[in-house]
Protein backbone atom coordinates (compact mmCIF):
# COMPACT_ATOMS: atom_id res chain seq x y z
CA UNK A 1 0.00 0.00 0.00
CA UNK A 2 2.52 2.57 0.69
CA UNK A 3 4.41 1.93 -2.28
CA UNK A 4 1.33 2.09 -4.43
CA UNK A 5 0.28 5.31 -5.68
CA UNK A 6 -2.82 6.28 -7.01
CA UNK A 7 -2.68 6.87 -11.10
CA UNK A 8 -2.86 10.68 -12.28
CA UNK A 9 -6.52 11.93 -11.87
CA UNK A 10 -8.47 15.23 -12.08
CA UNK A 11 -10.58 14.18 -9.96
CA UNK A 12 -13.91 16.41 -8.62
CA UNK A 13 -15.89 15.92 -5.65
CA UNK A 14 -19.73 16.69 -5.30
CA UNK A 15 -20.65 16.84 -2.45
CA UNK A 16 -24.84 16.48 -1.08
CA UNK A 17 -25.03 19.76 1.81
CA UNK A 18 -29.18 19.17 1.64
CA UNK A 19 -31.45 20.18 4.67
CA UNK A 20 -31.18 16.59 5.11
CA UNK A 21 -27.56 16.51 6.67
CA UNK A 22 -27.22 17.38 9.59
CA UNK A 23 -24.34 19.70 10.50
CA UNK A 24 -22.22 17.00 12.70
CA UNK A 25 -22.83 14.68 9.13
CA UNK A 26 -21.67 17.16 7.51
CA UNK A 27 -18.14 17.69 8.78
CA UNK A 28 -17.79 13.77 9.29
CA UNK A 29 -18.15 14.19 5.01
CA UNK A 30 -15.20 16.96 5.18
CA UNK A 31 -13.27 14.40 7.10
CA UNK A 32 -13.84 11.89 4.60
CA UNK A 33 -12.62 14.44 1.93
CA UNK A 34 -9.65 15.05 4.01
CA UNK A 35 -8.87 11.15 4.54
CA UNK A 36 -9.36 10.84 0.71
CA UNK A 37 -6.62 14.03 -0.54
CA UNK A 38 -4.12 11.93 2.42
CA UNK A 39 -4.23 8.81 0.09
CA UNK A 40 -4.47 10.58 -3.23
CA UNK A 41 -0.26 11.22 -4.93
CA UNK A 42 -1.45 15.14 -4.89
CA UNK A 43 0.45 17.89 -6.98
CA UNK A 44 0.18 19.98 -10.30
CA UNK A 45 1.41 16.90 -12.35
CA UNK A 46 -0.05 14.08 -10.57
CA UNK A 47 -3.61 14.43 -9.66
CA UNK A 48 -5.50 17.53 -8.90
CA UNK A 49 -8.46 18.18 -6.87
CA UNK A 50 -11.52 20.05 -7.07
CA UNK A 51 -14.49 20.21 -4.22
CA UNK A 52 -18.00 21.22 -4.86
CA UNK A 53 -20.92 21.96 -2.67
CA UNK A 54 -24.90 21.68 -3.91
CA UNK A 55 -27.93 21.81 -2.48
CA UNK A 56 -30.99 24.07 -4.58
CA UNK A 57 -27.69 25.99 -5.92
CA UNK A 58 -24.24 24.66 -6.74
CA UNK A 59 -20.71 26.29 -5.49
CA UNK A 60 -17.82 25.46 -6.53
CA UNK A 61 -15.66 25.55 -3.60
CA UNK A 62 -12.20 25.46 -5.39
CA UNK A 63 -11.09 24.10 -8.94
CA UNK A 64 -8.73 21.85 -10.00
CA UNK A 65 -6.29 24.94 -10.62
CA UNK A 66 -6.37 26.09 -7.42
CA UNK A 67 -3.92 24.12 -4.83
CA UNK A 68 -1.09 21.03 -5.44
CA UNK A 69 -0.34 20.43 -1.88
CA UNK A 70 -2.41 18.06 0.25
CA UNK A 71 -2.28 21.27 3.24
CA UNK A 72 -3.67 23.83 1.34
CA UNK A 73 -7.14 21.54 0.10
CA UNK A 74 -7.52 20.32 3.64
CA UNK A 75 -7.29 23.75 5.18
CA UNK A 76 -10.07 25.06 2.48
CA UNK A 77 -12.28 21.91 2.81
CA UNK A 78 -12.53 22.75 6.66
CA UNK A 79 -14.06 26.18 6.02
CA UNK A 80 -16.43 24.18 3.87
CA UNK A 81 -20.15 25.31 5.04
CA UNK A 82 -23.54 23.56 4.05
CA UNK A 83 -26.12 25.37 2.07
CA UNK A 84 -28.92 23.43 3.60
CA UNK A 85 -32.06 23.25 1.29
CA UNK A 86 -32.29 21.17 -1.54
CA UNK A 87 -31.01 18.27 -3.88
CA UNK A 88 -30.04 19.21 -7.29
CA UNK A 89 -27.70 16.28 -8.38
CA UNK A 90 -28.54 17.22 -11.88
CA UNK A 91 -27.42 20.56 -11.92
CA UNK A 92 -24.22 20.04 -9.71
CA UNK A 93 -23.21 17.42 -12.71
CA UNK A 94 -23.92 19.74 -15.53
CA UNK A 95 -21.89 22.72 -13.23
CA UNK A 96 -18.90 20.39 -12.62
CA UNK A 97 -19.26 19.74 -16.89
CA UNK A 98 -19.64 23.49 -17.57
CA UNK A 99 -17.27 25.07 -14.95
CA UNK A 100 -15.15 22.73 -13.72
CA UNK A 101 -13.58 20.39 -16.51
CA UNK A 102 -12.50 23.10 -18.91
CA UNK A 103 -8.80 23.96 -19.23
CA UNK A 104 -9.08 27.44 -17.96
CA UNK A 105 -10.16 25.97 -14.76
CA UNK A 106 -7.36 23.19 -14.43
CA UNK A 107 -8.40 20.35 -15.99
CA UNK A 108 -5.61 18.82 -18.35
CA UNK A 109 -6.12 18.54 -22.21
CA UNK A 110 -7.45 15.65 -23.76
CA UNK A 111 -3.79 15.10 -25.51
CA UNK A 112 -2.49 14.53 -21.95
CA UNK A 113 -5.34 11.15 -21.55
CA UNK A 114 -5.36 12.09 -17.35
CA UNK A 115 -8.97 10.54 -16.43
CA UNK A 116 -11.48 12.55 -15.57
CA UNK A 117 -13.23 11.36 -12.37
CA UNK A 118 -16.33 12.84 -10.43
CA UNK A 119 -17.20 11.34 -7.29
CA UNK A 120 -20.88 12.07 -5.61
CA UNK A 121 -22.05 12.18 -2.06
CA UNK A 122 -25.19 12.31 -1.35
CA UNK A 123 -28.06 11.33 1.48
CA UNK A 124 -31.64 11.92 -0.59
CA UNK A 125 -33.12 11.52 -3.84
CA UNK A 126 -32.49 14.03 -6.75
CA UNK A 127 -34.81 16.68 -7.37
CA UNK A 128 -34.11 17.35 -11.09
CA UNK A 129 -33.42 14.96 -13.89
CA UNK A 130 -30.26 13.37 -13.38
CA UNK A 131 -30.37 11.01 -15.83
CA UNK A 132 -29.53 12.95 -19.10
CA UNK A 133 -26.64 15.48 -17.71
CA UNK A 134 -25.19 11.85 -15.79
CA UNK A 135 -25.29 10.43 -19.43
CA UNK A 136 -24.13 13.37 -20.73
CA UNK A 137 -21.01 13.50 -18.54
CA UNK A 138 -20.20 9.94 -19.10
CA UNK A 139 -20.55 10.41 -22.38
CA UNK A 140 -17.91 12.99 -22.41
CA UNK A 141 -15.53 11.11 -20.91
CA UNK A 142 -16.13 11.67 -16.97
CA UNK A 143 -16.23 8.65 -14.78
CA UNK A 144 -18.51 8.83 -12.64
CA UNK A 145 -18.65 7.01 -8.76
CA UNK A 146 -21.30 7.45 -6.53
CA UNK A 147 -21.98 7.09 -2.66
CA UNK A 148 -24.79 6.65 -0.67
CA UNK A 149 -25.80 7.38 2.84
CA UNK A 150 -28.60 6.50 4.99
CA UNK A 151 -31.69 7.53 2.83
CA UNK A 152 -29.96 7.84 -0.30
CA UNK A 153 -32.22 6.20 -3.52
CA UNK A 154 -30.46 3.35 -4.81
CA UNK A 155 -31.82 3.60 -8.01
CA UNK A 156 -30.73 7.12 -8.38
CA UNK A 157 -27.06 6.42 -7.85
CA UNK A 158 -27.11 3.60 -10.64
CA UNK A 159 -28.69 5.79 -12.82
CA UNK A 160 -25.46 8.32 -12.60
CA UNK A 161 -22.82 6.22 -12.21
CA UNK A 162 -20.14 4.38 -14.75
CA UNK A 163 -20.30 1.10 -15.53
CA UNK A 164 -19.74 -1.47 -14.11
CA UNK A 165 -22.05 -0.55 -11.57
CA UNK A 166 -20.69 -3.04 -8.86
CA UNK A 167 -16.99 -0.45 -9.25
CA UNK A 168 -19.07 2.69 -9.30
CA UNK A 169 -21.92 2.66 -6.61
CA UNK A 170 -21.32 2.61 -3.16
CA UNK A 171 -23.37 2.74 0.10
CA UNK A 172 -22.83 3.32 3.79
CA UNK A 173 -25.34 3.32 6.48
CA UNK A 174 -24.31 6.26 7.80
CA UNK A 175 -22.11 9.19 7.63
CA UNK A 176 -20.17 8.03 11.02
CA UNK A 177 -18.49 4.94 8.85
CA UNK A 178 -18.28 6.80 5.51
CA UNK A 179 -14.54 6.50 6.26
CA UNK A 180 -14.15 3.05 5.47
CA UNK A 181 -15.13 3.92 1.90
CA UNK A 182 -11.39 5.55 2.04
CA UNK A 183 -9.63 2.58 1.60
CA UNK A 184 -11.62 0.86 -1.28
CA UNK A 185 -11.10 4.40 -3.54
CA UNK A 186 -7.54 3.98 -2.67
CA UNK A 187 -7.65 0.49 -3.74
CA UNK A 188 -9.36 1.63 -7.13
CA UNK A 189 -7.07 4.22 -8.10
CA UNK A 190 -4.38 2.39 -6.97
CA UNK A 191 -1.70 1.85 -10.28
CA UNK A 192 1.17 0.04 -9.65
CA UNK A 193 2.99 1.15 -12.92
CA UNK A 194 6.26 2.90 -13.44
CA UNK A 195 4.64 6.53 -14.47
CA UNK A 196 2.44 5.87 -11.44
CA UNK A 197 4.88 4.97 -8.76
CA UNK A 198 7.38 7.60 -9.76
CA UNK A 199 10.14 5.24 -10.92
CA UNK A 200 10.77 6.78 -14.36
CA UNK A 201 13.08 9.54 -15.38
CA UNK A 202 10.68 11.44 -17.88
CA UNK A 203 10.80 15.60 -16.92
CA UNK A 204 7.36 16.19 -18.20
CA UNK A 205 4.82 13.29 -19.13
CA UNK A 206 5.19 9.19 -18.67
CA UNK A 207 3.08 7.36 -20.58
CA UNK A 208 2.88 3.66 -19.90
CA UNK A 209 3.54 0.76 -22.63
CA UNK A 210 2.82 -2.63 -21.85
CA UNK A 211 5.22 -3.24 -18.93
CA UNK A 212 7.56 -0.28 -19.71
CA UNK A 213 6.84 3.41 -20.12
CA UNK A 214 7.72 6.18 -22.88
CA UNK A 215 8.08 9.62 -22.21
CA UNK A 216 6.24 12.55 -23.89
CA UNK A 217 6.75 16.29 -23.44
CA UNK A 218 2.93 18.63 -22.66
CA UNK A 219 1.56 20.82 -25.81
CA UNK A 220 4.64 22.89 -27.01
CA UNK A 221 7.02 21.32 -26.11
CA UNK A 222 9.21 18.42 -27.89
CA UNK A 223 10.76 14.90 -26.80
CA UNK A 224 14.79 15.84 -27.17
CA UNK A 225 17.12 13.14 -28.25
CA UNK A 226 17.32 11.29 -25.39
CA UNK A 227 14.26 10.45 -25.13
CA UNK A 228 13.28 11.77 -21.23
CA UNK A 229 13.53 15.92 -21.33
CA UNK A 230 11.66 18.11 -23.37
CA UNK A 231 12.57 21.90 -24.84
CA UNK A 232 10.24 24.36 -25.48
CA UNK A 233 8.91 25.03 -28.88
CA UNK A 234 8.55 27.94 -30.81
CA UNK A 235 5.22 27.97 -31.28
CA UNK A 236 4.81 31.43 -32.61
CA UNK A 237 7.33 30.19 -35.29
CA UNK A 238 5.83 30.81 -39.40
CA UNK A 239 3.81 27.89 -40.05
CA UNK A 240 2.91 26.77 -36.31
CA UNK A 241 0.42 29.09 -35.28
CA UNK A 242 -2.60 30.07 -37.03
CA UNK A 243 -3.24 33.66 -35.92
CA UNK A 244 -4.10 36.00 -38.92
CA UNK A 245 -1.84 38.86 -37.30
CA UNK A 246 0.15 38.57 -34.20
CA UNK A 247 1.18 35.39 -32.38
CA UNK A 248 2.07 35.65 -28.84
CA UNK A 249 3.52 32.21 -27.03
CA UNK A 250 2.67 31.60 -24.02
CA UNK A 251 3.95 29.01 -21.73
CA UNK A 252 4.44 26.29 -24.54
CA UNK A 253 1.44 27.52 -26.29
CA UNK A 254 0.34 30.57 -27.87
CA UNK A 255 -3.04 33.28 -28.02
CA UNK A 256 -3.31 35.11 -30.73
CA UNK A 257 -3.45 39.20 -31.00
CA UNK A 258 -4.25 41.79 -33.97
CA UNK A 259 -2.38 45.08 -34.95
CA UNK A 260 -3.57 48.49 -33.47
CA UNK A 261 -6.90 48.98 -35.15
CA UNK A 262 -7.81 45.61 -35.41
CA UNK A 263 -10.51 43.55 -33.43
CA UNK A 264 -9.99 39.52 -32.41
CA UNK A 265 -12.41 37.68 -33.91
CA UNK A 266 -14.77 35.29 -31.79
CA UNK A 267 -12.32 32.89 -33.37
CA UNK A 268 -9.76 33.89 -31.59
CA UNK A 269 -7.46 33.63 -34.49
CA UNK A 270 -8.31 36.04 -36.88
CA UNK A 271 -8.68 40.31 -37.52
CA UNK A 272 -11.82 42.65 -37.99
CA UNK A 273 -10.45 46.54 -38.76
CA UNK A 274 -11.54 48.47 -36.26
CA UNK A 275 -13.99 51.44 -36.81
CA UNK A 276 -12.01 53.59 -35.26
CA UNK A 277 -14.26 56.73 -35.80
CA UNK A 278 -17.29 55.06 -34.01
CA UNK A 279 -18.04 57.54 -30.68
CA UNK A 280 -15.95 57.01 -28.00
CA UNK A 281 -13.33 55.81 -29.97
CA UNK A 282 -10.84 58.32 -30.82
CA UNK A 283 -10.34 62.45 -29.91
CA UNK A 284 -10.84 64.45 -32.69
CA UNK A 285 -12.87 67.65 -32.28
CA UNK A 286 -14.53 67.96 -35.08
CA UNK A 287 -14.06 65.23 -37.80
CA UNK A 288 -12.21 61.69 -38.16
CA UNK A 289 -11.35 60.44 -40.80
CA UNK A 290 -11.04 56.70 -40.66
CA UNK A 291 -7.94 54.88 -42.55
CA UNK A 292 -7.47 51.08 -42.83
CA UNK A 293 -8.00 50.29 -39.33
CA UNK A 294 -6.49 53.57 -37.93
CA UNK A 295 -7.53 57.31 -38.12
CA UNK A 296 -6.64 61.30 -38.83
CA UNK A 297 -8.42 64.01 -37.88
CA UNK A 298 -9.81 67.32 -39.46
CA UNK A 299 -11.69 70.27 -39.85
CA UNK A 300 -15.01 72.02 -40.71
CA UNK A 301 -14.94 74.58 -43.50
CA UNK A 302 -13.62 77.54 -42.12
CA UNK A 303 -11.62 75.79 -39.24
CA UNK A 304 -7.88 74.65 -39.40
CA UNK A 305 -6.07 71.68 -37.93
CA UNK A 306 -3.66 72.67 -34.93
CA UNK A 307 -0.97 71.56 -34.41
CA UNK A 308 -1.68 68.52 -31.92
CA UNK A 309 -3.54 67.27 -34.60
CA UNK A 310 -6.67 67.03 -33.13
CA UNK A 311 -8.11 70.18 -32.18
CA UNK A 312 -9.35 72.88 -34.51
CA UNK A 313 -9.23 77.09 -34.99
CA UNK A 314 -10.93 79.08 -36.72
CA UNK A 315 -9.73 80.52 -40.41
CA UNK A 316 -8.92 84.21 -41.09
CA UNK A 317 -10.77 84.00 -44.38
CA UNK A 318 -10.08 87.32 -45.38
CA UNK A 319 -6.19 86.62 -45.38
CA UNK A 320 -4.38 87.35 -48.15
CA UNK A 321 -4.80 84.37 -50.67
CA UNK A 322 -7.83 83.13 -48.90
CA UNK A 323 -10.13 85.09 -50.72
CA UNK A 324 -11.16 85.81 -54.21
CA UNK A 325 -12.17 89.47 -54.03
CA UNK A 326 -10.86 92.32 -56.20
CA UNK A 327 -11.18 95.38 -53.61
CA UNK A 328 -12.57 94.91 -49.89
CA UNK A 329 -13.15 91.16 -48.47
CA UNK A 330 -15.55 91.85 -45.33
CA UNK A 331 -15.52 88.53 -42.81
CA UNK A 332 -18.64 87.41 -41.53
CA UNK A 333 -18.13 84.63 -38.85
CA UNK A 334 -16.77 81.40 -41.20
CA UNK A 335 -17.57 83.09 -44.50
CA UNK A 336 -16.66 86.65 -46.18
CA UNK A 337 -18.39 89.21 -48.54
CA UNK A 338 -16.42 90.93 -51.31
CA UNK A 339 -17.15 94.98 -51.01
CA UNK A 340 -15.69 97.72 -53.30
CA UNK A 341 -13.88 100.83 -52.98
CA UNK A 342 -15.58 104.51 -52.83
CA UNK A 343 -16.22 105.55 -56.06
CA UNK A 344 -16.52 101.57 -57.35
CA UNK A 345 -19.68 99.29 -57.72
CA UNK A 346 -19.65 95.24 -57.29
CA UNK A 347 -19.76 93.42 -59.75
CA UNK A 348 -22.85 91.16 -60.90
CA UNK A 349 -19.83 88.43 -60.04
CA UNK A 350 -19.99 89.26 -56.13
CA UNK A 351 -16.17 89.78 -56.74
CA UNK A 352 -15.22 92.31 -59.36
CA UNK A 353 -15.94 95.95 -59.26
CA UNK A 354 -16.11 98.64 -61.72
CA UNK A 355 -15.88 102.68 -61.41
CA UNK A 356 -19.40 104.38 -60.78
CA UNK A 357 -20.91 106.40 -63.62
CA UNK A 358 -21.91 109.44 -61.30
CA UNK A 359 -25.13 112.21 -62.94
CA UNK A 360 -25.51 115.68 -61.47
CA UNK A 361 -28.74 117.02 -60.55
CA UNK A 362 -29.40 120.91 -61.16
CA UNK A 363 -31.76 122.64 -58.99
CA UNK A 364 -33.99 124.98 -60.16
CA UNK A 365 -32.20 127.80 -58.46
CA UNK A 366 -28.77 126.56 -59.05
CA UNK A 367 -29.94 126.71 -63.04
CA UNK A 368 -31.16 130.33 -62.04
CA UNK A 369 -27.79 131.21 -60.71
CA UNK A 370 -25.96 129.68 -63.97
CA UNK A 371 -28.07 131.83 -66.31
CA UNK A 372 -27.52 135.14 -65.03
CA UNK A 373 -24.00 133.96 -64.71
CA UNK A 374 -23.75 133.26 -68.16
CA UNK A 375 -25.74 136.87 -69.17
CA UNK A 376 -22.92 138.89 -67.09
CA UNK A 377 -20.58 136.91 -68.78
CA UNK A 378 -22.32 137.94 -72.85
CA UNK A 379 -22.38 141.34 -71.28
CA UNK A 380 -18.80 141.73 -70.02
CA UNK A 381 -17.94 139.96 -73.52
CA UNK A 382 -19.74 142.40 -75.45
CA UNK A 383 -18.30 145.59 -73.93
CA UNK A 384 -14.64 144.29 -74.12
CA UNK A 385 -15.21 143.94 -77.76
CA UNK A 386 -16.92 147.49 -78.20
CA UNK A 387 -14.09 149.37 -76.86
CA UNK A 388 -11.39 147.06 -78.51
CA UNK A 389 -13.14 148.56 -81.70
CA UNK A 390 -12.88 152.30 -80.48
Not at 25 to 48: A, Q
Not at 55 to 67: C, M
Not at 368 to 386: G, M, N, P
Request: aromatic residues 8%.
Amino acid sequence: DVACKNRPLDLVFIIDSSRSVRPEEFEKVKIFLSKMIDTLDVGERTTRVAVMNYASTVKVEFPLRTYFDKASMKEAISHIEPLSAGTMTGLAIQTAMDEVFTEEMGTRPATFNIPKVVIVVTDGRPQDQVQDVAASARTAGIEIYAVGVDRADMQSLRIMASEPLDEHVFYVETYGVIEKLTSKFRETFCAATACALGTHDCEQVCVSNGGSYLCDCYEGYTLNPDKRTCSAVDVCAPGRHECDQICVSNNGSYVCECYEGYTLNPDKKTCSATDMCAPGRHDCAQVCLSNDGSYSCGCFEGYTLNPDKKTCSTVDMCAPGRHDCEQVCVRDDLFYTCDCYQGYTLNPDKKTCSRAITSTLVTTEESCKCEAIAALQDSVTSRLEALSTK
